[in-house]
DNA sequence: GATTATATTGACCGATCAGTCAATGTGAAG
DNA sequence: CTTCACATTGACTGATCGGTCAATATAATC
């Protein structure tokens, strides 16, 4: 199989567990829908499991430099970046395919914390707030970290309250308390845009 | 079957639900552990969706029960039970068997908006902020509706965090931003715990 | 063009899925 | 004690689950 090949079935079967599930998938649905039969699949993903965690690899790797990257085209400051990340999440909420944070949905189908794929959900989390808290640093926060894990907080909560209530006004309500926090926190260091 | 025969079975269910997700957990199972036959479950609920709505049902009336009158135990006054919200919080996530919001994993579970189940699911949200609202309301908030919404924002994202991180820490992390909030929104009212 | 190594396939595995049915057990009314 | 209405059961359905295998197609090597 090419790699071309392997990089389009994992991204359709993305689609299909983003849309569906997780455990409501089944692998012959992913067959028929990517044309691969499912013995080629197995040749390439040992398990279902496996498979989920290469299509989580691939969400990682593009939902941030989807996120990153448009924090950066809305702001040119990294407190500005930081405010930015709600707007980048109304966009996102606006799409017509949003169903929801796809390491939530498979933190919560796989819930046991030995499992690799609850432990790659959060290690996803965990790069965000990474990413938070540098750009908090350059911001000049007080303590970048807990901003950081404020910002995350909000974030996820927005991204929940978006999906369950089918609507977008929580980007904006995250973004009215993260602007608090920030002129809270940024106290005493330069404000300016 | 009797009333209480009943209630038992949906609270096993529940059990076996919120631990191992609702796809993942098989009729069978549901019928071996509570010890009833799958016909006789069958006779009482139609489809394993009403199942599941009786379940959350259940879950929706016991954690208001307990989340409001624990809230009601912490603090005397209307401010002081919205930020003791968190305290409560905090407390649950150090149960043994904590494993997230079963109502955010039912939504995830069960995406389309037109499911019952996925109704459901955000009532709960909706029954929960309209108490928020009610208490920011007699605490002198400027905009009820407002705070009581980004109470929910922290508090889903706080559920959200600590189920993905197997910690508690996210329920401080969410009382300092409320606590903000709380000051923040009060301006001009009365301040006193 | 023959040989060989590799991809790919449809058919199949036992287990489990949600849900059903004929048969049996049970308790109250006569 | 009999009857009758109803609750409960184990066994079963067709479909689907994750995963496998013998057979075939394909492509590279000589």
Redo the contacts with the bound molecule.
């Keep these: 199989?090419s790699q071309s090949?392997r990089a389009e079935l994992i991204r359709k079967a993305l689609l299909l567990f983003y849309r569906n599930g997780f455990h409501a998938t089944?692998?012959?649905?992913v067959a028929k829908e990517t044309g691969?039969?499912?013995?080629?699949i197995?040749?390439h993903f040992r398990?279902?499991d496996e498979l989920i965690l290469a299509v989580l690899r691939l969400r990682d790797e593009e939902f941030r430099n989807w996120l990153f990257r448009r924090m950066e085209e809305l702001a040119d400051t990294p407190q500005g970046q930081l405010l930015a990340m709600f707007d980048a999440l109304e966009e996102w909420f606006l799409e017509d395919g949003f169903k929801g944070c796809m390491f939530i949905k498979a933190s919560a189908e796989f819930q046991n914390p030995d499992d690799a794929i609850n432990a790659q959900a959060y290690a996803h989390k965990r790069m965000l707030v990474d990413h938070f808290e540098n750009l908090a640093t350059h911001a000049g926060a007080e303590n970048p970290h807990a901003l950081a894990r404020q910002f995350l907080l909000l974030k996820e909560g927005a991204i929940v309250i978006a999906a369950m209530s089918h609507s977008e006004s929580a980007a904006r309500e995250a973004k009215s308390v993260a602007s608090l926090l920030v002129a809270s926190g940024l106290v005493g260091t330069q404000r300016t845009a």
Aim: glycine fraction near 6%.
């Design positions: 199989m090949k089944g692998m012959d649905l691969v039969s499912k013995t080629s197995y040749k398990t279902k």
